[in-house]
């Protein structure tokens, strides 16, 4: 593009402060978004009020990546895959300690759906972020645990965590031997974590239609997917229209889970 591209960090609220920021920046192609499933498909549930409005200040260029969670417990939980785990969970009787990256993350709604689905009761423990969580894992303080795969990865290999299954719709590619959520014994469970790039809504569609052109072609490189595995993610690109296709679904999806399990942020 012969322009420098500069990365504006903008963390705090679940995304929703660099949501706000990209919404309300000139529609000119210059500035673009880093969305998430958490800032288009989650927060309307959770947040009483936003900054913006997720379907008229944001227009979908193309997916980037899906960076799978991983469920993973404590070798000490005496559970070597998904049904004997559930089974545990349900004869503990909310005794289990579940921990979470925090209220209202992915982390924590893919607990409440798998508790939903699975019919047990557990003790769920929200941190803030996935770091002070994976301590607390390691030392047994908590026992099961919705991570990011380049988290838990590593602490899986060496044997100090056991992974039960990916969240996904489909086997990672990091992890291809490790069973889907679905395919270890919750058939319907999916808990994509996808990334994707928005632009302000009012952008010209020729210049929406060209970024998604030369970012797709980077995305499909050979380079930039590999890149993309070494951070523990699948690599993928779309039209405009299937992002909005993976939003609408997601968002009623979250939606739902959200209204079930009483989850919100004030």
């Known amino acids: 593009w012969g322009q420098a591209?500069?990365?504006?960090?903008?963390p705090g609220a679940g995304g929703n402060i660099g949501a706000e920021a990209a919404a309300k920046a000139t529609p000119d192609g210059?500035?673009?978004?880093?969305?998430?499933?958490?800032?288009?498909?989650?927060?309307?549930?959770?947040?009483?009020?936003?900054?913006?409005?997720?379907e008229k200040d944001l227009a979908p260029v193309t997916l980037v990546a899906n960076v799978p969670h991983i469920l993973v417990?404590?070798?000490?939980?005496?559970?070597?895959?998904?049904?004997?785990?559930?089974?545990?969970?349900?004869?503990?009787?909310g005794k289990v300690n579940f921990a979470s990256q925090g209220n209202g993350t992915l982390s924590h709604l893919e607990y409440e759906l798998m508790k939903s689905m699975g019919g047990f009761s557990a003790n769920h423990i929200p941190y803030k972020g996935s770091?002070?969580?994976m301590i607390d894992m390691l030392a047994g303080t908590v026992s099961v645990f919705f991570d990011s795969i380049p988290s838990s990865l590593?602490?899986?290999?060496?044997?100090?965590?056991?992974?039960?299954?990916?969240?996904?719709?489909?086997?990672?590619?990091?992890?291809?031997?490790?069973?889907?959520?679905s395919e270890a014994g919750l058939k319907g469970f999916t808990a994509d974590s996808w990334f994707g790039?928005?632009?302000?809504?009012?952008?010209?569609?020729?210049?929406?239609?060209?970024?998604?052109?030369?970012?797709?072609?980077?995305?499909?490189?050979i380079e930039v997917k590999e890149i993309i595995a070494r951070q523990?993610?699948?690599?993928?690109?779309?039209?405009?229209?299937?992002?909005?296709?993976?939003?609408?679904?997601?968002?009623?999806?979250?939606?739902?889970v959200i209204r079930e399990s009483g989850a919100k942020i004030e």
């Open 30 to 54: 210059y500035t673009l978004f880093m969305a998430a499933v958490t800032t288009h498909a989650v927060s309307m549930g959770l947040y009483a009020k936003l900054g913006y409005d997720i």
């Open 232 to 256: 523990g993610g699948e690599g993928m690109s779309s039209t405009p229209e299937q992002v909005a296709t993976q939003i609408r679904g997601d968002r009623e999806k979250w939606g739902r």
């Open 197 to 221: 790039i928005m632009v302000p809504a009012g952008t010209p569609r020729d210049l929406i239609a060209k970024l998604n052109t030369d970012i797709v072609k980077g995305l499909d490189s």
């Open 154 to 181: 590593p602490h899986v290999r060496s044997g100090k965590l056991r992974g039960i299954a990916v969240a996904s719709s489909r086997r990672s590619p990091v992890l291809p031997e490790m069973p889907t959520m």
């Open 131 to 133: 770091a002070p969580a």
């Open 5 to 10: 591209v500069v990365a504006d960090n903008r």
């Open 73 to 93: 417990a404590h070798p000490a939980v005496p559970a070597k895959n998904l049904v004997e785990l559930i089974a545990y969970l349900k004869a503990q009787d």
